[in-house]
């Protein structure tokens, strides 16, 4: 069972039960990603909570859906059940660090918790290194034509937390490397990268 895939078969679209695989931050942020039409049936699918407290969650979540009650509640409890408890604690300080946009107070310790869980990948900090494409080679993005265009939708690029509008951004060594040596990218409002650099 801990080796059985959840979701589409092929793709990104599916998650996997073993932590090799998916992490137990990703597997809380698949869950947190089912729409509003299927996320009862994820409910009484993949959860054991009584009929009446998911007809409860329900009735909330459609009076206030933009605090997102029944797909928290589905991640929280299958990321408990497939993972344990340090599982949720974990996918739950992810989930804190990486939605905030104020991340000049994150600790060393903060980053080596986040690159487990999150896709990470080692590149060359070399002198004129573009934004774009850094994005191209961590998979943000297909191509190079994907990426500017992404520069037209406001908001749709953050690194470290901070909006980028600018195609032709150039990697700042001094003010875009937390702790001298990581870079948060986020695409979206839930795709996220780490770049893990290595001073040429």
């Known amino acids: 069972m801990k080796g059985a895939k959840i979701g589409k078969t092929s793709g990104n679209a599916g998650c996997w039960l073993s932590a090799n695989k998916t992490s137990p931050w990703q597997l809380y942020q698949y869950f947190l990603r089912i729409p509003d039409v299927t996320v009862e049936s994820h409910l009484n699918k993949f959860t054991f909570l009584p009929q009446s407290e998911i007809h409860s969650i329900m009735k909330e979540h459609n009076e206030f859906r ?3 009650l029944a797909q928290k509640t589905l991640a929280e409890h299958v990321t408990l059940l497939v993972h344990g408890d340090i599982g949720l604690k974990s996918s ?3 989930e804190e660090i990486l939605m905030s946009n104020d991340l000049s107070a994150m600790l060393t310790s903060d980053l080596d918790h986040l690159t487990p869980n999150v896709p990470t990948f080692g590149l060359h900090l070399h002198h004129q290194r573009s934004l774009v494409d850094t994005l191209v080679e961590i998979k943000c993005f297909k191509n190079k034509e994907d990426a500017l265009f992404a520069f037209k939708t406001k908001g749709s690029i953050k690194l470290n937390g901070r909006h980028m509008t600018d195609s032709d951004y150039v990697i700042n060594t001094e003010r875009d490397l937390l702790h001298n ?3 948060l990218i986020r695409r979206g409002n839930r795709n996220f990268f780490i770049v ?5």
């Open 196 to 200: 893990k650099w290595a001073h040429s």
């Open 66 to 68: 933009e605090n997102m």
């Open 181 to 183: 040596r990581i870079t």
């Open 92 to 94: 739950q300080f992810c």
